[in-house]
């Protein structure tokens, strides 16, 4: 299922109602910086409002499954598809930049007679899919399908990769870094401390060099399971 409420404009009934004062509406089309500056925090509201009323919803489920007698036997995920930002690094909303308020989401997994554990190591939304298959008796190692890890393997990421429609990130423990996918050369690139942190030009260059090694294997991995299919056209009368 995919909810849309805490997505701008941060849809929510009356009864869903945690913090005020907020924004009757938001018009994300008219905003300027400006204004979102001056009115960042019953904007703000109104978004914890709307993922007020998108936990009631999670709840539906919850005890649908629970009064159905199913959650013995039903695997749960709660994801985010990327975070939300309010101003804290200059923007608003998503998809503007690899900040961590944009780039950090929650994800809740339920496993039938699985003891509740915190995940405190970098993790990616490529770990979902191969998190899930052995659950479910797939038994190939995950580098057979996917570039994710098993979150339950024990298994550390060095790295975590981010992407929109023009750049891909690269963030571990020393550095972010943002490229450009449809420009040449590192043309428009950010690099920043791995927590947003400015870093002088001197230094962001060392890592940047630094890095190289790493950067090459994410690139050969983004395309590994890209594959040219070869149609062969054969006429009617063979």
Do not use: C
Request: proline share 7%; hydrophobic share 35%.
């Amino acid at each position: 299922m995919f909810f849309e409420s805490p997505h701008a404009r941060y849809y929510f009934p009356p009864e869903s109602v945690i913090r005020t004062p907020y924004r009757d509406d938001i018009n994300y089309a008219t905003l300027d910086r400006d204004e979102l500056q001056k009115d960042i925090v019953p904007i703000k509201n109104r978004y914890l409002n709307a993922v007020h009323h998108l936990d009631s919803q999670f709840a539906r489920i919850l005890e649908y499954l629970e009064t159905h007698g199913l959650l013995e036997n039903t695997l749960v995920v709660m994801l985010g598809d990327h975070g939300e930002e309010f101003m804290e690094n200059g923007y608003w909303g998503h998809n503007s930049t690899f900040s961590d308020p944009q780039t950090r989401t929650p994800l809740i997994l339920w496993i039938p007679g699985r003891a509740p554990a915190v995940h405190e190591q970098l993790s990616s939304h490529l770990d979902v899919v191969p998190t899930l298959m052995p659950l479910l008796g797939v038994k190939n190692p995950p580098e057979d399908y996917s570039s994710g890890y098993d979150l339950f393997s024990g298994k550390r990421r060095e790295y975590v990769v981010f992407s929109d429609w023009s750049r891909v990130g690269y963030k571990d423990a020393d550095v972010k870094i943002a490229l450009p996918t449809k420009m040449q050369g590192f043309v428009g690139k950010r690099i920043s401390g791995p927590n947003d942190e400015e870093l002088a030009p001197q230094r962001a260059q060392e890592l940047l060099q630094s890095k190289q090694p790493q950067l090459v294997r994410l690139m050969q991995e983004l395309g590994r399971f890209n594959q040219k299919k070869t149609v062969q056209t054969v006429s009617a009368g063979e």
